[in-house]
């Protein structure tokens, strides 16, 4: 799970949820945030906080490999 050269992820809330610094201050962003109870990372966008996408960070990596290459899922 890599990220750009100066790319940077920020604390959004105390419930450490990050974004990227690319993310700039607006609300419309994904965020993430690793699982305490099983290694899994959390995904939610923003705007719908309430949907939230658990998988693994292997998984995580395919998923920004594939967006990176073009690839829709």
């Known amino acids: 799970m890599g990220r750009e050269e100066g ?9 450490n949820w990050q974004k990227s610094s ?3 201050q607006t609300d419309n962003c994904v965020e993430l945030r690793r699982q305490r ?12 906080p309430g949907t ?3 998988g693994t ?7 920004l490999a594939a967006l990176k290459r073009g690839v829709l899922l």
Not at 37 to 48: C, G, K, T, Y
Not at 57 to 63: D, E, K, N
């Open 22 to 24: 690319y993310s700039q």
């Open 7 to 15: 790319e940077t992820l920020s604390k959004t809330s105390s419930t």
């Open 37 to 48: 109870s099983f290694p899994a990372i959390q995904l939610r966008e923003s705007d719908d």
């Open 57 to 63: 960070t292997a998984s995580l990596g395919a998923l």
């Open 52 to 54: 939230v996408l658990v």
